[in-house]
């Protein structure tokens, strides 16, 4: 045993209350028999597909809720389930899109091409939309599909082949299915930039999502070009059309139900509160790394402060939905009162805490967003308050001789808080594609995927549909500790912050500002 580290019995009776007490206590093998707690009930709920599962509003996400409910409360917390509903969808099998004929031929999902979110069977000639630009020019200059008249003489049953550009991918389908189209295939536009592979969104001309009951295949401008020259010859040479299969066979329920877990502390300030939260919640499978990590994290913290009684009132929750627009965390943050949001002083998360190919991220409401475009802003006043406990986590990091790097929250549920003007920090650890130079100088390791196949630039296991291989394998378990630990130093210091709702030189959050009006923003891919 380490020096200085205590021993289990002990940690199992003492009251871990600082940071010396606590650290020892987060210990590898606790964490890693958590996580396989959390694969063995993937692989004990299948979803629709078949295959392991934890995604929101399947059995497998409901065992994980009961499971960590059950531990809570065996831990000597008040635990709450709470319910809300969403638009449910999920594949049944694998899509399948090929080409019938003149040359038979399957195209490669995730390669040659994807589904767009919809439902539906299409067999038959396919049929080029108006508008459609070839030789693409430099920039994008296509409109294709974005008018009725682009479906004029357009053949009812036929399967509409339609250009990317102009207009939200979502007008063209809905012009098609006017037309009497039986799918649609949307390629890539040619322009640099616009030639792979890209699934986009399916919204209106409003921006309002919805499901098609018309199967959509995304392809590569080369999978669009090739079939639309098919398409010229045939015509030209008075031979049958090119055919394709398209097959989406997919569940959509529009009110399924899902849970948040919330945990309370028994001692603390009922209205001095730290959120301690994590996503439950997979995608596209087990979600061992995104995000049984965090929940885990968050979860073996909580156990070993069982015997904690706070200055402030801890709240752990466990949000669902974080995968599918971050649904617990805003249902949980909006279905609160004025009254009772002021109460909360500080919000911590944990998304995602053992990348194998890490970075060590902080969450910073200041810091750069990770998905490109415009800089999220907050309300002012949680800027100066979330550098409190993002300077702790940096503490330790240094203390282990590591590195850091500052992460926006933007898409984690931390952004939920930082919405309403509560201060949020956090840790992550990275996750599909791609690590840059510079995080190798900074953390070692290689360029290219965080997980997954490492060394690749394949994207990962996290984010990619169909792949299924977000399992225990793509965690690494010391990556997992250092981070539970790092993030433990965050927990229980912030429990005992004596200024956590007056981290600034003002109020951290005052009641009578709006929060209906601070919404986030979206960016919409055309």
């Known amino acids: 045993m380490p020096s200085g580290a205590a021993a289990p019995a002990q940690c199992g009776t003492q009251v871990n209350d600082t940071p010396s007490k606590l650290l020892p206590c987060i210990k590898k093998a606790d964490l890693w028999n958590i996580m396989k707690d959390f694969q063995a009930i993937a692989d004990a709920n299948p979803g629709p597909d078949g295959h392991p599962s934890r995604n929101s509003g399947e059995p497998g996400y409901k065992a994980s809720v009961d499971y960590v409910a059950s531990a809570m409360e065996a831990a000597g917390y008040g635990v709450t389930i709470q319910p809300y509903t969403f638009?449910?969808?999920?594949?049944?099998?694998?899509?399948?899109?090929?080409?019938?004929?003149?040359?038979?031929?399957?195209?490669?999902?995730?390669?040659?091409?994807?589904?767009?979110?919809?439902?539906?069977?299409?067999?038959?000639?396919?049929?080029?939309?108006?508008?459609?630009?070839?030789?693409?020019?430099?920039?994008?200059?296509?409109?294709?599909?974005?008018?009725?008249?682009?479906?004029?003489?357009?053949?009812?049953?036929?399967?509409?082949?339609?250009?990317?550009?102009?207009?939200?991918?979502?007008?063209?389908?809905?012009?098609?299915?006017?037309?009497?189209?039986?799918?649609?295939?949307?390629?890539?536009?040619?322009?640099?930039?616009?030639?792979?592979?890209?699934?986009?969104?399916?919204l209106d001309a409003a921006g309002n999502p919805f499901i098609p009951t018309i199967p959509v295949a995304f392809t590569t401008f080369g999978?669009?070009?090739?079939?639309?020259?098919?398409?010229?010859?045939?015509?030209?040479?008075?031979?049958?059309?090119?055919?394709?299969?398209?097959?989406?066979?997919?569940?959509?329920?529009?009110?399924?139900?899902?849970?948040?877990?919330?945990?309370?502390?028994?001692?603390?300030?009922?209205?001095?509160?730290?959120?301690?939260?994590?996503?439950?919640?997979?995608?596209?499978?087990?979600?061992?790394?995104?995000?049984?990590?965090?929940?885990?994290?968050?979860?073996?913290?909580?156990?070993?402060?069982?015997?904690?009684?706070?200055?402030?009132?801890?709240?752990?929750?466990?949000?669902?939905?974080?995968?599918?627009?971050?649904?617990?965390?805003?249902?949980?943050v909006n279905s609160l009162s004025s009254e009772q949001l002021s109460h909360i002083g500080y919000d911590l998360d944990a998304d995602v805490t053992a990348t194998p190919n890490y970075t060590l991220g902080v969450l910073d409401p200041a810091a750069p967003n990770l998905f490109g475009g415009a800089q999220q802003t907050f309300p002012n006043r949680v800027y100066k308050p979330s550098t409190v406990a993002r300077d702790q986590a940096v503490a330790y990091l240094d203390s282990q001789g590591k590195n850091h790097e500052f992460f926006s929250p933007v898409g984690t549920d931390a952004?939920?808080?930082?919405?309403?003007?509560?201060?949020?920090?956090?840790?992550?650890?990275?996750?599909?594609?791609?690590?840059?130079?510079?995080?190798?100088?900074?953390?070692?390791?290689?360029?290219?995927?965080?997980?997954?196949?490492?060394?690749?630039?394949?994207?990962?296991?996290?984010?990619?549909?169909?792949?299924?291989?977000?399992?225990l394998s793509n965690n690494d378990p010391d990556v997992l500790t250092l981070m539970s630990r790092d993030f433990a130093t965050m927990v229980v210091q912030m429990a005992f912050d004596t200024k956590v709702m007056s981290s600034s030189t003002g109020v951290v959050y005052n009641k009578k500002l709006p929060i209906a009006g601070e919404v986030a923003r979206h960016v919409v891919i055309k």
């Open 87 to 202: 638009e449910y969808y999920a594949y049944k099998g694998t899509p399948s899109f090929s080409e019938v004929s003149p040359t038979a031929h399957d195209y490669v999902l995730l390669t040659d091409w994807g589904p767009g979110k919809s439902i539906g069977i299409a067999a038959g000639a396919i049929q080029p939309a108006g508008g459609i630009v070839l030789p693409p020019t430099p920039t994008s200059s296509s409109t294709s599909g974005c008018t009725a008249s682009d479906f004029t003489g357009f053949v009812p049953g036929r399967v509409a082949l339609i250009q990317r550009g102009s207009c939200n991918f979502g007008v063209k389908v809905l012009n098609a299915k006017a037309a009497g189209a039986s799918g649609v295939i949307i390629f890539n536009e040619g322009n640099p930039g616009r030639t792979g592979l890209l699934i986009g969104s399916l």
């Open 415 to 471: 952004f939920n808080f930082n919405l309403v003007g509560i201060p949020a920090s956090g840790v992550l650890t990275g996750q599909d594609c791609c690590k840059t130079q510079q995080e190798v100088d900074l953390f070692g390791g290689y360029l290219g995927n965080f997980e997954g196949n490492v060394p690749s630039f394949d994207g990962g296991c996290v984010d990619n549909p169909f792949r299924w291989c977000d399992n």
């Open 223 to 332: 999978v669009g070009q090739s079939l639309y020259n098919q398409y010229q010859q045939a015509v030209q040479l008075g031979t049958p059309l090119p055919t394709v299969n398209l097959n989406i066979d997919a569940i959509l329920d529009p009110n399924r139900t899902d849970w948040n877990v919330i945990a309370e502390s028994k001692g603390g300030d009922k209205n001095h509160v730290v959120v301690v939260d994590a996503h439950l919640d997979a995608i596209y499978g087990a979600g061992m790394l995104d995000n049984a990590s965090g929940s885990t994290t968050i979860l073996d913290i909580a156990q070993q402060m069982k015997n904690v009684i706070p200055r402030n009132k801890l709240r752990f929750i466990w949000f669902g939905g974080e995968e599918i627009g971050l649904l617990g965390s805003s249902y949980y």
